[in-house]
Nanobody
Framework: QVQLVESGGGLVQSGGSLRLSCAAS????????MGWYRQTPGNERELVAT???????NYADSVKGRAAISRDNAKNTMYLQMNSLKPEDTAAYYC????????????????WGQGTQVTVSS
């Protein structure tokens, strides 16, 4: 069974930093496109940053210059380093991944993690 597990959220003061991690697990998987999204109550989930398997990345304007997305393909893990955090960065952060799994057949599905809360106090 394929799973995405996020970690690294928490409470941080304005101007502080956090590093989020997202680990994909499952047998015979190849993790492709990955991304971080965030959501606040009553609002739609929004893109924070994405990264392709080759490392090409993309950022939302709201986090450009403050965030760095990276991945370790050998560990099936993605990271999001966020610096100079602002109260408006407070949200539940979700990991997204497109994963190919080789078994008796080949499947290609998109997965979401359970979310990790980031709270930035002013």
């Amino acid at each position: 069974q394929v799973q995405l597990v996020e970690s690294g959220g928490g409470l941080v003061q304005s101007g502080g930093s956090l590093r989020l991690s997202c680990a994909a697990s499952g047998s015979s998987i190849i993790v492709g496109f990955m991304g971080w999204y965030r959501q606040t109550p009553g609002n739609e989930r929004e893109l924070v940053a994405t990264i392709a398997r080759n490392g090409n990345s993309n950022y939302a304007d709201s986090v450009k210059g403050r965030a760095a997305i990276s991945r370790d393909n050998a560990k099936n893990t993605m990271y999001l380093q966020m610096n100079s955090l602002k109260p408006e960065d407070t949200a539940a952060y979700y990991c997204y991944a497109e994963i190919v799994q080789h078994g008796t057949s080949v499947s290609n599905n998109a997965y979401w993690g359970q979310g990790t809360q980031v709270t930035v106090s002013s």
